[in-house]
């Protein structure tokens, strides 16, 4: 990919995170109708222009280092062999999974995605590193298709989506876009849902398939393209560049497979880490910075360590001693604490409660895991998956070893080790705090998210340690590198296997996804209902209704929204007591009274633990009920006279 190209694709990053920027903050002060769409867009195209003016000048005679080209090799019979078995295999593997997609309740896709993919996946995989080694001229696109498949899984067998929370997010971006704005307006998510609602009023495509497109899609186009950017001006070797950045997918991206905010702002954090490798001058600078900003307004988790790490570029290219002197431990110390500090301000106010456990639990998952129970390949899987961790850590500390061994070329990486020793301190006092504004379950979450940011901060590390492996493994011979080859492709499948929701013998996820019976659920009570009502349901249904009715209805002073939501609603309580003690009548005139009317629902999954139990009480308890998809789902009604 030449300079040219590649500058246009890295502009066009840095124009959708003005677009998010600037909507997100015209959304939170006004509103994303037309006129809030004008000023975003105006904005946004004025500030690129601007920034590439200034960026391209700054970058036209910088003296940058001359680029040498090797001989360009005849391309071969064996170059186009490989470079069209890759593209029947990534079609392959792409028809394979549309024609499994489902509206069924699943607990993970590999349920229904059959065995053999995992086949056509390796032998994609196997393929491109064929070409990474010998047709070295497209194989940065087709390593762009090939996180794209990675990161596209859920994207294309969950039918009706995947997970919770991005059911939410899509309602409330659905509702922005009819009437402008949704209160409250917080500070954060204001990113996403400005990108979304602007992209959706300027291209007319459905809000659903932009918000489940947008971070796959940009994950998969920018990080291959930004690592190698990175790659070009620390190494320049363009065969170990492009393996090393198909070797990245091993690491496994989780996080990269379905749009949240706290995802969004996860991946603008990777690639703001990896741009400041590379970081020259101030246009190279400012784009970091604007960066940093859109993924503040995303999700401040991300946010605020990405503005501490540019302080920390500012002062590393300052030439003044004292400045650096004072500042970097300032900088550190504020790292460890703005966090802690943040999430302690929330707690104080709220009810006591037990400390989060989060230290805890991830000491006691640190510990080597040697699974033998099941064939070969699913034990090979959840050994390299259980023991992730280690390998992170070690190849992470090789790196350490490696910057300390070259340290003069290796200076910048030190502002790197300087924010994951700090976040990782910083995740430490967190642990600590009890969040009490959360449900138990979720309360290790938000000091694990820190834990995270800390271990991507070790990212340059670990890549120095693969790109070195890289080195030393092409220099063997041809049979030593053929079993390399092999090894990482079953390394990227395995990979591939454990990102996502899991339900064997050695793991089980446990969420269900939303099905046709859930929607067919939630339309069944919304056209039988004669008077307001609530819902006690589990969270998928939940999920359903919003997806079907958007935040339709609120009770108590618009505190109390008539479907459960896990994180914050007593109703979710409520439903726990009727499906794990008993679903009487008792229990649910209690959520009725809370919401102030006389009318609601009890629904239950077939499979849910104990179904069977629970379906004959409530036969029992309730006025009536219906069958939905021949027992799938059943809806309970309750009348209070």
Not at 64 to 92: G, T, W
Not at 366 to 382: T, V
Not at 432 to 445: M, V
């Amino acid at each position: 990919m030449n300079d040219k190209l590649l500058n246009i694709i890295n502009s066009f990053l840095t124009l959708i995170c003005l677009i998010s920027l600037f909507g997100g903050l015209v959304y939170r002060f006004y509103s994303l109708n037309l006129a809030g769409l004008a000023i975003s867009l105006t904005l946004a195209i004025i500030s690129f222009i601007i920034i590439q003016y200034f960026y391209f000048y700054a970058n036209k005679n910088n003296g940058r280092q001359r680029e040498v080209k090797a001989p360009n090799p005849k391309f071969r019979l064996v170059n186009y062999l490989l470079l069209a078995s890759y593209l029947l295999l990534l079609i392959a593997s792409f028809y394979i999974l549309l024609s499994h997609e489902t509206a069924n309740s699943i607990i993970s896709p590999w349920q229904v995605v059959p065995k053999y993919f995992f086949i056509i996946y390796g032998l994609a995989t196997l393929s491109l590193i064929g070409n990474a080694i010998i047709n070295k001229k497209f194989t940065l696109w087709l390593i762009i298709a090939h996180y794209f498949l990675s990161f596209s899984v859920a994207l294309i067998v969950y039918r009706l989506g995947y997970g919770y929370d991005s059911f939410i997010h899509l309602a409330t971006e659905n509702l922005i876009d009819k009437i402008g704005a949704v209160e409250p307006k917080p500070f954060y998510y204001l990113g996403q849902y400005g990108l979304v609602v602007i992209l959706h009023k300027i291209t007319t495509l459905p809000l659903v398939w932009l918000d489940k497109l947008l971070l796959p899609l940009l994950a998969a186009i920018f990080l291959p393209i930004t690592l190698w950017r990175v790659l070009k001006v620390w190494f320049n070797e363009e065969r170990l560049n492009l393996i090393l950045i198909l070797s990245s997918l091993a690491l496994t991206f989780p996080f990269l497979i379905i749009t949240t905010p706290q995802n969004l702002a996860y991946f603008l954090l990777i690639i703001i880490i990896l741009l400041g490798l590379v970081c020259k001058n101030l246009p190279d600078y400012f784009i970091i910075l604007i960066l940093s900003l859109t993924a503040l307004i995303i999700q401040p988790i991300a946010g605020l360590p990405t503005l501490l790490f540019c302080a920390f570029l500012a002062v590393y290219h300052s030439d003044k001693i004292n400045i650096k002197k004072y500042f970097y431990p300032l900088l550190a110390i504020v790292t460890v604490l703005i966090l802690p500090a943040s999430f302690y301000f929330l707690n104080r106010q709220l009810p006591s409660a037990e400390s989060s456990g989060a230290l805890i639990r991830e000491i006691g998952q640190f510990k080597l895991n040697i699974p033998g129970q099941e064939n070969f390949i699913l034990n090979f899987a959840y050994l390299y998956g259980y023991n992730l961790k280690f390998i992170f850590t070690l190849l992470a500390l090789s790196g350490i070893f490696i910057a300390f061994r070259y340290r003069k070329q290796c200076k910048i990486l030190w502002l790197y080790f300087t924010l994951a020793a700090s976040l990782f301190i910083s995740y430490l006092i967190t642990a600590k705090i009890p969040f009490a504004f959360l449900i138990n379950y979720e309360r290790s979450d938000y000091p694990q998210r820190i834990l995270l940011v800390a271990c991507l901060f070790l990212l340059p590390f670990v890549i120095l340690a693969i790109y070195a492996m890289i080195e030393k493994i092409l220099a063997q011979n041809f049979i030593f590198k053929l079993s390399w080859a092999v090894v990482l492709t079953i390394l990227i499948s395995s990979s591939l296997y454990i990102t996502y929701p899991r339900y064997d013998n050695y793991f089980n996820s446990r969420g269900y996804s939303v099905s046709s019976s859930d929607i067919k659920a939630v339309n069944w009570i919304n056209n039988n209902s004669k008077n307001d009502y609530l819902v006690l349901a589990n969270q998928q249904v939940g999920a359903a209704a919003l997806n079907q009715f958007g935040f339709k209805k609120y009770y108590g002073n618009g505190q109390l929204f008539y479907y459960p939501i896990p994180t914050s609603s007593p109703l979710y309580q409520s439903y726990l007591d009727m499906v794990y003690k008993k679903p009487d009548r008792e229990t649910i005139f209690r959520a009725l009274d809370l919401a102030g009317v006389n009318e609601g629902y009890f629904v239950l999954n077939k499979y849910w633990w104990a179904f069977k139990k629970i379906l004959d009480e409530a036969k029992l308890s309730a006025d009536s009920w219906q069958e939905i998809d021949n027992g799938e789902v059943y809806v309970f009604k309750y009348e209070r006279k």
